[in-house]
């Protein structure tokens, strides 16, 4: 059974910088997507990135200031966060799936998330 666990989240202010990471276990293999999803308060949860076998993948909103990576020897993906802006502020979850899928109702295994607060 897959398992994920987000760390790293915080208080910034904006123009600042956090690393999030999602330390999972129990993965069949190393071919597999993990992806980040956000959900602000009165907001729906949405895509931020994902990374696969196949390339990464970015939300538009997050594009050049966010770069996702990961480490297989260590079962952990990781999301680098700089110039933050205060509409970044959610919970960030991590997922996985077998591709980046865009239908996030594919997504499994979701963590418990992370508080993600930027200051004006």
């Known amino acids: 059974q897959v398992q994920l666990v987000e760390s790293g989240g915080g208080l910034v202010q904006a123009g600042g910088s956090l690393r999030l990471s999602c330390a999972g276990s129990?993965?069949?293999?190393?071919?597999?997507?993990i992806g980040w999803f956000r959900q602000a308060p009165g907001k729906e949860r949405e895509a931020v990135s994902c990374?696969?076998?196949?390339?990464?993948t970015y939300a538009d909103s997050v594009k050049g200031r966010f770069t996702i990576s990961r480490d297989n020897a260590k079962n952990t993906v990781y999301l680098q966060m700089n110039s933050l802006k205060p509409e970044d502020t959610a919970v960030y979850y991590c997922?996985?799936?077998?591709?980046?899928?865009?239908?996030?109702?594919?997504?499994?295994?979701w963590g418990q998330g992370t508080q993600v607060t930027v200051s004006s």
């Open positions: 997922a996985t799936a077998g591709v980046c899928y865009r239908d996030r109702s594919r997504f499994g295994s």
């Open positions: 990374i696969s076998n196949n390339g990464r």
């Open positions: 129990g993965f069949p293999s190393d071919y597999y997507a």
